[in-house]
Structures are given as C-alpha cells and as structure tokens.
C-alpha cells in the first residue's frame, strides 16, 4: 500500500477509502448503464470485500463502486491491487478494460485525459463456475470486492505500455 500520494517520478494518487458501492443482484447494472453513474449505493470501503458488509455475508454475483476524484489531467494509469474476480473498468462511463483474476494487479492507460474530476467506475463479480479458475468447490470461500489499493498515476514524457494482440 502506497502511503504517499508523490514520489520523484511521477504523481501518485491514492483511491482507497470511501467509494459507492451497490449490489447488482438482478444483474441489470451494463443494461441501465451503471457506468454513467450509479444509482443509490451507500459508502463502503475500499480496499476491502463485501462480505464483511451486514447482509452480505454469502453474496456471489455482481457489485458497483463509484469514485470521484480530481486529477491535472494528461496520460493516466489507473492501478488495481486485485479485484475479485472479474472486473470491468469505467472511466467517466467509458470501457477502460476488462481483467479476469482476482489475485493479480492490473492496470489500465487512458491517455488525453482532461483536467478536472472524474468519475472511475468498477463492476466486480465473484461468480465461479465449473470452468473458472478456481472452480466453484474448492475449500475457501470466494470473496467479493476491490480486496487491495487503487491508485491512479500521471505519467509524463516516453511511457512503453504493454499492448495485448490476438
């Protein structure tokens, strides 16, 4: 967890702490377009998981945060600790990226960002199945939630990012 928010090479902005946060039980958050800004959602914490909320304790399916935040704008990277286990990712209710795997860090590049405050939208689902990894029995339970930080970073001058091909 970073515990600074700028080091020598490039801005650094913590995410973590308050976000909105709703359940998806009926699955229609993409169909209403959630993304563009979640309706109704208490605050919840971040990083943590879900089911540690009162009611919530043995939910599996589908979940939404929403966090506003300012930045200077430019090229950002938006870095995701773990996500469990299926994330998709919104920025001002635009697709950033998807990412399957809820132990790994990810991230994502917007470049061109305007100045001002944005909205980072995330929908996470810790459904399993019998072809997921893990599979739907194993012997622990399958947490929900953005579990580690969340950062965005501003980066400035020659960046290699990594482009995935088919």
Not at 83 to 94: F, K, Q, S, Y
Not at 98 to 106: A, K, M, R, V
Not at 136 to 157: A, M, N
Request: charge should be negative.
């Amino acid at each position: 967890m970073r515990l600074f928010d700028e080091h020598t090479v490039r801005e650094c902005k913590s995410l973590d702490g308050t976000w909105k946060f709703r359940v998806d039980e009926k699955d229609e958050g993409i169909s209403c377009e959630w993304e563009k800004g979640l309706p109704d959602g208490a605050g919840t914490v971040v990083p943590s998981v879900w089911n540690s909320d009162k009611g919530l304790l043995n939910y599996e399916g589908a979940a939404w945060y929403e966090k506003s935040f300012y930045s200077s704008g430019g090229t950002l990277r938006f870095v995701f600790g773990a996500v469990m286990t299926a994330a998709r990712i919104w920025l001002d209710g635009e697709l950033l990226g998807e990412h399957y795997g809820g132990f790994c860090e990810f991230s994502f590049v917007r470049r061109g960002v305007k100045s001002g405050v944005h909205t980072l939208t995330v929908r996470a689902d810790n459904r399993f199945d019998e072809d997921s990894i893990p599979q739907k029995y194993v012997d622990w339970w399958h947490y929900g939630g953005i579990i580690r930080s969340v950062t965005v970073e501003r980066l400035e001058g020659i960046c290699v990012l990594y482009a995935k091909t088919e």
